[in-house]
């Protein structure tokens, strides 16, 4: 599967079924993070991983929506930063998130990524600060946000490259 096909592949998916993510196949999840790059190669994200029915139901609750499909998950990766090594923790995060969102499309594993920065709960508590506490984090972490993995319940169909709306492409000659 060429990296093209896995990012047609790829989805956002919030149904999973009861089955368990391979160790090996969560540990090359893992690794994708960690081989994300980053500026000026600091490094300041932190992986956690979640494989707690309780936590994952806590974090599930931390946001006003979009993030019910966390209790359902078998694990998921809440990607923090060290804010004390980089300013860009936002797009250093990002990417690793989507290292990892790839990585798992590629060994056909449902993933979605949950944001918690700029994000709250229906009580109106930043979103971030409550995955801190549920999670343990230091206040000098910030929190892009998690991704959830499972088992596919329904795999949708891939995109085509018909999807794409190629007016979005501009030159600058």
Known sequence: ????????????????TDD?????????????????????NRKPCEFI????????????????SGSDMLKDANVAIAVFADTKKADTWIEDSSIALT????????????????????????????????ACEVLGMGDNYRIVG????GVTKDQPEPHTLDDIDKNKIHYVN
Not at 27 to 39: C, E, R, Y
């Open 49 to 64: 991983v979640v494989k707690d029915k309780d936590t994952l139901k806590k974090l599930s609750k931390a946001k006003k």
């Open 99 to 130: 290292y990892m969102d790839l990585m798992a499309a590629s060994l056909g594993i449902g993933s979605c990524w949950c944001q918690f920065h700029l994000r709250s709960s229906l009580l109106g508590k930043d979103a971030e600060d409550t």
């Open 20 to 40: 368990k993510i391979s160790d090996e196949d969560l540990n090359k999840i893992l690794t994708a993070g960690l081989l994300a790059p980053t500026s000026r």
């Open 146 to 149: 998690v991704l959830s993995l």
């Open 1 to 16: 599967m060429t990296l093209l096909d896995v990012m047609l592949k790829r989805r956002s998916i919030r149904k999973y």
